[in-house]
């Protein structure tokens, strides 16, 4: 199973993490949701400090065994010298069991060579992606071959239509 996590903080934050078997699929197996009082305010250049309890306290809802991967909104690695970002520090919490893929829509200009770009549909901005726990070309070859003709791969899409659904106004 793979799953893939994001979260949105207008103020709490409302966490969504997708799993899916393949990447390929275009509809998840099941979706998880959770509303989080926000415990840290917003540090500049320690962004994961807000996001990460809220993935590990979701996490804790789904039985780790048997995950392949799992895919998050942003950086694994900062700078060329290993710096974490949020997808690094999420590694890390899970004792280095489980992959991380990070899949970012802008680029961190302190990152040249641990990063892949990957280019989708017929879009001239790529995907930066990012990986601990396996090589990058294979995390940017899965990212590459998930399902959708578009940029943002359809999950991925589906993922942050939903983070920020129940803050949409009817």
Request: glycine letters at 8%; a negative charge; aromatic letters at 10%.
């Amino acid at each position: 199973m793979i799953l893939a996590l994001d979260s949105y903080y207008p103020g709490d934050a409302y966490t969504v993490c997708l799993s899916f078997e393949n990447w390929t699929d275009e509809r998840p197996s099941q979706v998880f949701t959770e509303h989080t009082p926000l415990v840290e305010e917003y540090e500049p250049g320690f962004f994961y400090k807000r996001e990460l309890p809220c993935i590990l306290s979701i996490l804790k809802k789904i039985s780790l065994e048997n995950i392949e991967a799992i895919v998050i909104d942003g950086f694994v690695t900062l700078d060329d010298a290993g710096k974490l970002g949020l997808g690094g520090h999420l590694y890390e919490a899970l004792n280095k069991r489980i992959p991380i893929i990070g899949v970012a829509k802008s680029d961190f200009i302190s990152l040249i060579h641990g990063k892949r770009m990957v280019y989708r549909g017929t879009s001239a901005k790529p995907l930066y992606i990012t990986a601990a726990g396996m090589e990058q070309e294979v995390a940017a070859d899965f990212i590459k071959s998930m399902h959708g003709d578009f940029r943002i791969p359809t999950l991925l899409k589906q993922l942050d239509v939903l983070t920020k659904q129940p803050f949409l106004k009817e």
